[in-house]
T-cell receptor, first 115, second 110 residues
Framework: DVKVTQSSRYLVKRTGEKVFLECVQD?????MFWYRQDPGLGLRLIYF???????EKGDIPEGYSVSREKKERFSLILESASTNQTSMYLC??????????????FGSGTRLTVV | QKEVEQNSGPLSVPEGAIASLNCTYS??????FFWYRQYSGKSPELIMF????GDKEDGRFTAQLNKASQYVSLLIRDSQPSDSATYLC??????????FGIGTKLQVIP
């Protein structure tokens, strides 16, 4: 069974901390994505990557960075966590053909609280 | 800005009725269209995709696409309480990125 695994289900961090959210997929997918989901705002794309060491800004990249050193792993970094980054973070992956005909496979999400 | 518009709901239907969920999109270059179901506290899961005008049926679910009107809908027949969830409409214009709507919350009343 294909999987996208996010390392933590719940995280609580302090304001100003550097936070790493990890995502690993076992499907050999080219594309990986980071979204945040907030009530009333839906899924908003933070960053995506279509190849190793490649990254593209999404709709709300400010305050975030990403790293993709290996094909299966895509990390989201909050350089200095702030309370407005409290949210549900969802990682997704897809092959290029999946994006056309089948959509994404999502991880189970990380609920981050910044205090 | 490419947009996908949905009414956030909640949409309430009695058990056994047909639930009709609607979505419009702004990007005429959109080629593929998806419906995801998201239970509370869970991540979205793909339930339907469609890329040709017309209807596509899968069990109790029917996706409808009208590219001229830039309109996508999802019909759920014989609605069950287990169908209560948020339904996200999404579109793709190419090989990489999918744009999501905010989702419609469906409540099926026993």
């Amino acid at each position: 069974d294909v999987k996208v695994t996010q390392s933590s289900r719940y995280l609580v961090k302090r304001t100003g901390e550097k936070v790493f959210l990890e995502c690993v997929q076992d499907m050999d997918h080219e594309n990986m994505f980071w979204y945040r989901q907030d009530p009333g705002l839906g899924l908003r794309l933070i960053y995506f990557s279509y190849d190793v060491k490649m990254k593209e800004k999404g709709d709300i990249p400010e305050g975030y960075s990403v790293s993709r050193e290996k094909k299966e792993r895509f990390s989201l970094i909050l350089e200095s966590a702030s309370t407005n980054q409290t949210s549900m973070y969802l990682c997704a992956s897809s092959s290029s053909m999946d994006t056309v005909i089948g959509g994404y496979t999502f991880g189970s999400g990380t609920r981050l609280t910044v205090v | 800005q490419k947009e996908v518009e949905q009414n956030s709901g909640p949409l309430s239907v009695p058990e056994g009725a047909i639930a009709s969920l609607n979505c419009t999109y702004s990007d005429r270059g959109s080629q593929s269209f998806f419906w995801y179901r998201q239970y509370s506290g869970k991540s979205p899961e793909l339930i339907m995709f469609i890329y040709s005008n017309g209807d596509k049926e899968d069990g109790r679910f029917t996706a409808q696409l009208n590219k001229a009107s830039q309109y996508v809908s999802l019909l759920i027949r014989d609605s069950q309480p287990s169908d209560s969830a948020t339904y996200l409409c999404a579109t793709s214009g190419g090989y990489q990125k999918v744009t999501f709507g905010i989702g419609t919350k469906l409540q099926v009343i026993p």
